[in-house]
């Protein structure tokens, strides 16, 4: 089971998480939808601990942080890292490291945090570039692929870590229409292979198709979380409004 209860999170005065508490269901996908500056990004990133919140809880499968209670954790602490570790994180702006060819970004974590051998993380580093469907690009740069390509790198990244959960923050909402395709059918195949996955998109179509559950976030809340018929049935004119709005 993984699941956040009661998260509060501040920068300053700006009161972002206002008391949020979230299921993540195994081997579903979840999908947080909501306007922009509504809270969904800082969600996403007290639950892999990028951020902290300010108190509440973070309970990943077994791993538990209490927030609030004494002092901050602090970041390398053994707690911490137990509870990143269960968590890969694909970024809008996909973030790769641009001093590493595409196979060193993939084999950077595994061998660095994990401590595995070398060649095997290679070998797992190729077959992930063969289930993205970069294998020809093993040797590149990140700075001479598409957006497409290099989120498909991140998005092997991610997995080279063998997460149990995958967080997506809007995915495909850097690229270019023609090449949100490429990276919107890695993430459907990892759906239907019953990854545990978090996502943040405005692609209603998209959300629609892949969410067991989706999350409606508005104001640091969430105001309402359902299948996508319940969201969409016009019974709460804040979600109704937003929904019209993106189609
Ligand atoms: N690192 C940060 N420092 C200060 N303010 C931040 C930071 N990250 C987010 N915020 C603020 O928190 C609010 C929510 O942002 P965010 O979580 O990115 O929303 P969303 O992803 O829904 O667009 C915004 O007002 C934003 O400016
Ligand atoms: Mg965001």
């Known amino acids: 089971m993984y699941y956040v209860r009661d998260i509060q999170k501040h920068f300053g005065n700006n009161h972002v998480l ?12 979840t999908v947080l939808v909501g306007p922009s500056g509504s809270g969904k990004t800082t969600l996403l990133r007290c639950i892999n601990l990028l951020e902290m919140p300010d108190s509440g809880v973070v309970h990943l499968n077994g791993e538990e942080m209490v927030f609030g209670k004494g002092a901050p ?7 911490v890292r137990a509870l990143r570790r269960k968590t890969g994180m694909v970024f809008q702006n996909f973030q790769l490291f641009p001093h590493r060819t595409v196979l060193g970004n993939i084999i950077e ?23 993205v469907g970069l294998s020809d690009k093993r040797d590149a740069w990140p700075r001479d692929l598409s957006g497409g390509q290099q989120q498909r790198v991140a998005i092997a990244r991610a997995l080279a870590m063998k997460p149990e959960l995958l967080l ?4 495909t909402s850097a690229l270019d ?12 195949q990892l759906c239907a292979e019953k990854q545990t ?3 943040i998109t405005h692609k209603l179509s998209f959300a629609q198709e892949v969410a067991d559950k989706i999350v409606f976030f508005d ?5 309402r979380e359902g299948s996508w018929d319940e969201m969409n049935d016009g019974s709460v004119p804040r979600i109704a409004q937003f929904l019209n709005m993106l189609r």
């Open 18 to 29: 206002k008391g949020v508490s979230l299921d993540i269901e195994a081997h579903k996908t």
């Open 73 to 79: 954790p602090k970041y390398a602490s053994g707690p």
């Open 109 to 131: 974590g595994p061998v660095s945090v994990l401590k595995q051998d070398r060649a095997q993380a290679v070998g797992e580093a190729e077959a992930l570039l063969e289930k």
């Open 168 to 171: 997506f923050d809007e995915p």
């Open 177 to 188: 229409p023609e090449l949100e395709y490429e990276v919107l059918s890695i993430i459907r």
């Open 197 to 199: 996955i978090v996502i």
């Open 219 to 223: 104001g640091g809340r969430i105001l």
